[in-house]
């Protein structure tokens, strides 16, 4: 037997303790990293509080209830979105706002006469503009009915409300005698505190953090605790770099959504990509930092994740059309759906294609087929 000896490189990414912790405190909110910091002053001798530090946290004029977004809300931008002139926003808005709370126009007759009079236009103009709200998601709200709204997302499908095949039976379940119940709002949050501010004065803004932590800390070095020292000295630096990070993602989403907070204009289509690129970090970590971190601003508190809720309409709405106009004999798959919309720009994997159908109501390929 010849035995042989040979060289060969190879490079490992072996995650220590210490890089493990700098990512989860990238997702960490406010009270878990004073948490984190209180444990570890109890158990690092090398970590000290400045207790002299003048370092103030500045109370905002601003009511502490996060910006929670509903049903209107989404109509609302979405008609932003659509091809509505000036005059069919502001009557559209007048519909949304008066909607109640299952997406039902009960004040229809009321409504409109008000509207007629006040903008002087036709009811036959005020009732174009409730019929296309009314194919806008949640698709039927904006009815006069619940029944009215029934008829509304079986006829998005194409079908016969008096005539159902007993195939499209099934489908029924996906529809909604209270269409604003389509509408997955986040759970409710009943106080938060923010994190940053938005400060603007004549037309021009800045970011204010209100929480930097590691102004409150410092470093000792303890001859016999070289370890812990490295350590307190590795949580400072972890700390400062979720600070400026926050700072830098906070600032790039403003920036992109100037116009939301300075004009009161729709929210643009926004990418944790797009943020990711803009400050050079990676979409991973841009995603822990938007979660449970909150902006003040004049508009009230917002969560940051809020800013990119809005690229899945569009992505919704061309699924929606990429079926409409597929050919009926041979419908498209989940699969190729996601290669219509990756080549259309947006990288949608074909679960997320399949979740969103269904959350349109829309059948799988095979069924598409069978119904026609």
């Given at each position: ?29 406010n009270?878990?990293?004073e ?10 001798p ?7 530090n ?11 209830l ?19 002139n ?27 006469s008000?509207l ?17 709200l009314?194919?806008l ?15 509304t ?14 195939e ?9 005698t ?27 803004y ?23 020292y490295?350590?307190a ?40 990509k ?10 991973s ?44 004999q041979?419908?498209?798959?989940d ?5 219509e ?15 969103y ?16």
């Open positions: 037997m010849k035995v042989t000896q040979s060289l060969s490189l190879y490079s490992t990414l072996k995650i220590t303790n210490e890089m493990r912790l700098a990512i989860q405190m990238l997702a960490m909110d009270d878990e990293i948490a984190l910091i209180q444990e570890e002053l109890i158990h690092n090398c970590l000290k509080e400045n207790i002299n003048n370092y103030n946290y500045e109370d905002i004029n601003y009511e502490n996060a910006h929670i977004i509903n049903f209107k809300d989404n109509l609302l931008t979405q008609v932003r979105l659509e091809n509505f000036y005059l069919e926003r502001i009557i559209a808005a007048y519909i949304i706002y008066n909607l109640d709370e299952d997406g039902i126009f009960i004040e229809y007759e009321d409504i409109l008000e007629c009079s006040e903008l002087s236009v036709w009811p036959e103009w005020v009732e174009s503009v409730r019929k296309r009314m194919h998601e949640p698709i039927g709200c904006g009815a006069r009915s619940h029944e009215e709204a029934l008829v997302q079986a006829q998005s499908h194409n079908f016969d409300i008096k005539n159902l095949r007993s499209e039976y099934k489908f029924l379940k996906n529809f909604y209270r269409p604003a119940q389509a509408f997955l709002r986040p759970e409710p949050i009943a106080y938060c505190e923010a994190d940053i501010e938005l400060v603007i004065y004549n037309n021009n800045y970011i204010k953090p209100l929480k930097n932590m590691s102004q409150k800390l410092r470093c000792e070095k303890v001859p016999w605790c070289l370890k812990s490295n350590r000295h590795f949580l400072l630096r972890s700390l400062r770099f979720r600070e400026d990070s926050l700072q830098e993602v906070a600032k790039n989403i403003v920036s992109h959504q100037e116009d939301f907070f300075l004009k009161n204009k729709a929210l643009k289509t926004l990418s944790l797009d943020i990711a690129h803009a400050t050079g970090l990676h979409e970590s841009v995603s822990r930092l938007v979660k449970h971190k909150y902006i003040a601003t004049k508009k009230g508190i917002f969560e940051l994740k809020y800013f990119f809720t809005r690229e899945h309409i569009f992505i919704k709405n061309i699924i929606k059309n990429i079926i409409k106009e597929e050919d009926k041979k419908p498209l798959s699969e190729n759906i996601s290669r919309l990756k080549n259309k720009g947006f990288h949608t994997p074909r679960r997320t294609v399949a979740k159908r269904q959350q349109l109501g829309l059948a799988a390929a095979y069924n598409r087929r069978a119904l026609k």
